[in-house]
């Protein structure tokens, strides 16, 4: 049973503009999330994070949003930019557990200049 | 940035061999990792260790096994290796009361069992 999903394994972007990757969970433990990337031959590097107890967290272009209600969260990157080009990972964890990562499929996201 | 090593970056092998992933990390980290991934998949947590002479099971079934003899040093062991084996490795470790964000990837053993 997945119990984190990014439904879209692809996506493309247009250079200058918003991305925004999707991610859902189904356990009502989770109350930590974080955003991982990974280029290709490299390990994934963490980006951003959020805690259950706020519904949004912004560092620089990206912009993590949690909707606790809807077991759903959102990494907006804006504007996107070649660079970008990765695979983005969601996880999730319960903090006052054992701190494992439950991580998701991953969105290819593409960048186009 | 993060030290963290893993060797081989790729491996192509043969059904029965023995075959140990190694890595290790120069960061005093306490805590380490072993991540399985199938292409397009999820990672799976598959060992961790929280310190010397401890290792636990993941989450996802696997063959391999681990030892931490050594702070530094988690290595992975498959004692026969298969075509069922084939995967994307990934190591991690991270700081005891520092964080989830603190954990940090190496780059992977692309593993190919013929």
Redesign the interface.
Known sequence: DQQVKQNSPSLSVQEGRISILNCDYTNSMFDYFLWYKKYPAEGPTFLISISSIKDKNEDGRFTVFLNKSAKHLSLHIVPSQPGDSAVYFCAASVLRGNEKLTFGTGTRLTIIP | EAD?YQTP?YLVIGTGKKITLECSQTMGHDKMYW?QQDP??????IH?SYGVNSTEK??LSSESTVSRIRTEHFPLTLESARPSHTSQY???SSEEGRG?????????TRLLVL
């Open positions: 963290i970056r991540y397009g998949m999820e990672l799976h947590l961790y993941g989450d990934l190591c991690a989830l964000e603190t954990q940090y990837f190496g780059p992977g």
